[in-house]
């Protein structure tokens, strides 16, 4: 078992461009969940997916979208990139068919991104 | 809102024990995770409390009193592999975490 796999490792990109972030979940797993984690900060909640679905929106504005695929693999979409976008992105997956599951989410490597 | 207050550095010797502590003032979440990350990788599971008391693995322990709003983490026997930052986060429902800020523990010989 891979475990949760994301694309690409490592990304420059320059402030008004667009990005895509890819995340493949844990064998089993059918939610993903995205958290952005600033240099020296917590990781904040930015959206999670079930059944295809944004299930749960964290306070992220609407340049933050994403979806997920039939096969439960997800992307974050981020468009008009701000210098402050600049964050190791995290992907994490888990079962979540009920709200009091405490099932482990198992985090991918992240995606580091870099706006200039 | 959820304000998760954990101290921002910590030192300890090799050996020894050391307690993180995790603050938070909320109307409700389902349970408090303990996870460890090292610099530039993905944080890793190291515990789960619901209910009050004091949960045991290994040289990591985890204690959750709701009625305080307060939870530490117990690293004994530390190894120097122990150096990383600990993140207290709650689930706040269908596998919501919010965060803490992380605790840096600096581990020397």
């Not at chain 1, 295809?52 to 981020?78: A, C, I, K, T």
């Not at chain 1, 888990?94 to 580091?112: H, I, K, V």
């Not at chain 2, 809102?1 to 995790?22: F, L």
Request: net charge negative; glycine share 10%.
């Amino acid at each position: 078992d891979a475990g949760v796999t994301q694309s690409p490792t490592h990304l420059i990109k320059t402030r008004g461009q667009q990005v895509t972030l890819r995340c493949s979940p844990k064998s089993g797993h059918d939610t993903v969940s995205w958290y952005q984690q600033a240099l020296g900060q917590g990781p904040q909640f930015i959206f999670q997916y079930y059944e295809e679905e944004e299930r749960q929106r964290g306070n992220f504005p609407d340049r933050f979208s994403g979806h997920q695929f039939p096969n439960y693999s997800s992307e974050l979409n981020v468009n008009a990139l701000l210098l402050g976008d600049s964050a190791l992105y995290l992907c994490a997956s888990s079962l979540g068919d009920r709200w009091d599951s405490s099932y482990e989410q198992y985090f991918g490597p992240g995606t580091r991104l870099t706006v200039t | 809102g959820q304000n998760i207050d954990q101290p921002t550095e910590m030192t300890a010797t090799e050996g020894a024990i050391v307690q993180i502590n995790c603050t938070y003032q909320t109307s409700g979440f389902n349970g408090l995770f303990w996870y460890q990350q090292h610099a530039g990788e993905a944080p890793t599971f190291l515990s789960y409390n619901v209910l009050d008391g004091l949960e045991e693995k290994g040289r990591f322990s985890s204690f959750l009193s709701r009625s305080k709003g307060y939870s530490y983490l117990l690293l004994k026997e530390l190894q120097m592999k122990d150096s990383a930052s600990y993140l207290c986060a709650l689930n706040s429902g269908f596998q919501k975490l919010v965060f803490g800020t992380g605790t840096r523990l600096l581990v020397s010989p």
